[in-house]
């Protein structure tokens, strides 16, 4: 049992680096029913600018917990810039074409950040800077432990989660996302700016991704170009798992998936790991296409 | 053509054409400011498509169209909307899973001056911002009778209330031209009469200029000032109800279809 909550503390934490990346892909499919699959290098080029930055501020010498908030700071912004781009360049010309093209040209922008990263930065894996000492705690006697970085992620996450229901409940922009997503013609005619609105969509999409990219590089310690791909699409499948279009369910979807797949690492069947997430794409795709917190909607003609 | 009173909006010669089809050709009208004119026209008359050209859905294939004394043909939809016209649907395109202070508010928030800083802040002058602007809408939901149920979800409002609802949203945005497409479309007669004093009163009480798409030529006849009258994409007729009534063009692609 005790074994059973450890894993499922593990797994919270790799659950919640897919459920902001995955949130990303909802935001994005949400307002203009693309799946962006250069997300996850999105998530890739955040932990690399997480990684120079917090290795120039540790050697500035500050204290590590500003190193830890500039770093994620300064990611996510260049990141979102990063994403406006983007798609300035290569999606919003296509916003009238067919879906499928928009598609295609996001699997190419994946594999052009991808391969610029080897060819700037080499295809070995760097090493993260150790930007906190990592601490044990103890919880319940000596049976479970938890460190400081599986608490850190924690905080992170949670943070940026009520941050970003604010956004989107409460602001003027985030009422724009809404409307945008719901009826993009009309909320225009209502005097909506939508590419304004979009470009502030892939922003907040690629600032959560890029806070994902500099946890996962601080728990794991190692990155490089080619890392954002399982966890993209790992984070693909969460997003449909939890309902693609779905805030909640992008968070959903991301802790569940990260549970079951630390569980079953758990049992000896690490190997598998990769192989059941994508069973349970396929189970979700078969069973509840809609997935968990989805509406099913009809296709507007 | 217009000498005495101001122009609100001055259409020039403004045709669309989709592919082969011309939906619209060489179509050219004014309003005065303060006026009700009505559009009418059968089915497939171009309507529907002279108001997307008025609100930018789509640029004119060739004209003009001033708003104002400004060039706003191909201008961005949203950027028509801030020069001051607004529209409702045909086809009613209320946001449905937001609530209907909601709906009201998105198109006030536009012109908000608080910004998404001072909102992430919490600074005071979004709290203000925010009160100012619940308060504007739930006055405008007054007037439709819709401030009981500003927190109700707008799908689920009836099909009358939802037309009103969406007279309301476009009220928001503060226009000066108001552009109607079929507001009293499916509404019973008693309900038609209501809606048309409702617009009548509030083209007084916002200073408004109408136009008004109306399918049921009867309707138009009793509040309009003036009426234009499209048919296949071609202008054919205008002037007063009476003159419109009697004119045997439009008897004849209109009237004489129905009768």
Known sequence: MEYFIQQLINGISVGSIYALIALGYTMVYGIIKLINFAHGDIFMVGSFIGLYSAKFLSNAGLPPVLVLLLSLIISMTMSSLLGITIERLAYKPLRKSTRIAALITAIGVSFLLEYVGVLILGPQAKGFPDIMVKKQYQLFGSSIQVDSNQVMILITTIVLMIILQYIVRYTKTGKAMRAVSFDMEAARLMGINVDRTISATFAIGSALAAAAGVIFGMTYNSVDPLMGVMPGLKAFVAAVLGGIGSIPGALVGGLLLGTVETEISSLGYSSWRDGVAFAVLILILIFKPSGLFGKNVREKV | ?259
Not at chain 2, 24 to 31: D, K, Q, Y
Not at chain 2, 103 to 127: D, E, G, T, W
Not at chain 2, 220 to 245: H, K, S
């Open chain 2, 1 to 259: 053509m217009a000498a005495s009173t101001a122009v609100l909006l001055d259409v020039k010669g403004a045709s669309r054409s989709f592919g082969g089809l011309k939906a619209l050709s060489e179509v050219s009208l004014h309003i005065n400011k303060g006026e009700l004119i009505g559009l009418i026209g059968p089915n497939g008359a171009g309507k529907t498509t002279l108001f997307n050209l008025l609100t930018g859905v789509y640029p004119p294939s060739t004209g003009k169209i001033l708003l104002n004394n400004e060039s706003v043909g191909g201008m961005k939809p949203f950027k028509i909307n801030h020069k001051g016209a607004a529209r409702t649907f045909q086809n009613i395109r209320l946001f449905t899973a937001m609530t209907v202070l909601e709906n009201v508010k998105i198109a006030f928030h536009q012109h908000a001056r608080h910004s998404l800083f001072s909102s992430m802040l919490r600074l005071p002058k979004h709290f203000k911002g925010e009160e100012e602007i619940t308060q504007k809408a739930m006055d405008i939901l007054k007037i439709f009778s819709l401030a009981d149920q500003a927190q109700e979800t707008a799908g689920n409002l009836s099909y009358g209330n939802q037309r009103r609802l969406e007279i309301a949203r476009a009220l928001a945005a503060g226009p000066k031209l108001l552009l109607l497409d079929e507001p009293a479309a499916g509404m019973n007669p008693n309900e038609t009469r209501d809606l048309m004093n409702l617009i009548a009163w509030i083209r007084e009480e916002f200073d408004l200029t109408i136009l008004l798409i109306e399918h049921d030529m009867s309707l138009v006849m009793g509040v309009c000032n003036r009426i234009y009258v499209l048919d296949r994409g071609v202008l054919i007729a205008d002037g007063t109800p009476v003159e419109i009534r009697n004119n045997p063009k439009v008897i004849e692609a209109y009237l004489g279809q129905e009768a």
